[in-house]
């Protein structure tokens, strides 16, 4: 006897359906300024300044698979074989966003090194104004993007994508200062290696919670043994086993367990129970649970 519901999912209290209006307003703004900054960077000799334009089109690239992501993963399906829907999609690009960061900082590198000892003029002035006008394009994004990084993975990474250029802006200010200061245009290599460590740093954490969801580990912090305790306190529940729980994407998360009971007990009332558990104390809406009676051998655990 199993508890559960239907294979077809209402994107209505989907998260990155919610905050969707974000991402659109950031990929325009990020967009513009983009071709901006390019432009200024060829025109000024900056590094600091195209490699902070590179990561611009990392975002750029990020934000516009992010909406695409959340319109894969609301999308009705057609086909009847997708009976978790399409929701891994955000994850995917969350993904994308780790790669694009990682490739950006493998370029500045590159380019850093090749420029080691020439130490080419630098036009401070372009930096200074293209580098306080990303970073009022950064903040703005910045705000809208952080109501939905905390709901959505899709939405943190395109979030800690914009940070990480919140970061170039302020490198590039720094690096232009700098430059004016001292008159050694090599700050313009050491701010674009600093934004480099930054943008690789942040890529890798975020790597780290894509590799988790797509691994189906276990959702942070849900431990199994836990949830198993929990289940074993629901009246007339006498084991449990076959336990998996795991995230399907962002606030999604997908719990499957079976449930030896009590002779006499009653199946509806412990699937009630146990469902309620689940949701109120670790916040997994969907629960798919077995009612096993004690020593029924209709059960075969599988060897994996």
């Known amino acids: 006897m199993g508890s559960g519901h239907g294979h077809s999912h209402a994107p209505s209290g989907h998260a990155g359906a919610q905050h969707r209006w974000r991402l659109r307003v950031a990929f325009v703004l990020v967009g513009a300024f983009f071709v901006v900054e390019l432009v200024a960077g060829l025109l000024a000799g900056s590094l600091a300044l195209l490699s902070d334009a590179g990561h611009m089109a990392a975002d750029v690239v990020a934000l516009g698979a992010a909406l695409v992501a959340t319109r894969i993963a609301t999308r009705p399906d057609s086909t009847g074989r997708r009976t978790f829907g399409s929701y891994r999609a955000e994850v995917f690009a969350s993904g994308l966003a780790v790669l694009l960061m990682l490739g950006v900082s493998v370029y500045i590198v ?3 090194v090749g420029r080691a000892g020439s130490g080419p003029e630098v036009a401070t002035g372009v930096m200074l104004v293209v580098g306080g006008l990303g970073l009022v394009v950064n903040l703005v994004s910045l705000l809208l993007l952080r ?11 395109a979030y800690l994508e914009v940070v990480a250029d919140t970061v170039g802006s302020v490198g590039v200010l720094a690096a232009a200062g700098l430059i004016a200061a001292t008159g050694n245009p090599l700050w313009d290599t050491v701010v674009a290696l600093a934004i480099a460590v930054f943008v690789a740093v942040r890529a890798v954490l975020l790597g780290r919670e894509v590799v988790a969801v797509l691994g189906q580990h276990a959702p ?3 431990h199994p043994d836990t949830t198993e305790a929990a289940l074993r306190e629901v009246s007339d529940v006498v084991d449990v086993h076959d336990l998996h729980l795991w995230t399907l994407t962002s606030g999604m998360h997908v719990a499957t367990a079976h449930l030896v009971c009590a002779d006499g007990a009653d199946p509806g009332r412990v699937l009630e129970e146990a469902g309620a558990r689940l949701r109120e104390e670790f916040g997994i809406d969907h629960a798919t649970l077995q009612v096993e009676p004690r020593g029924t051998r209709s059960c075969v655990e599988t060897s994996w």
């Open 147 to 157: 109501g939905g990084a905390a709901d959505s993975l899709n939405v943190r990474g």
């Open 220 to 222: 942070a912090g849900i």
């Open 110 to 112: 590159v380019e850093a």
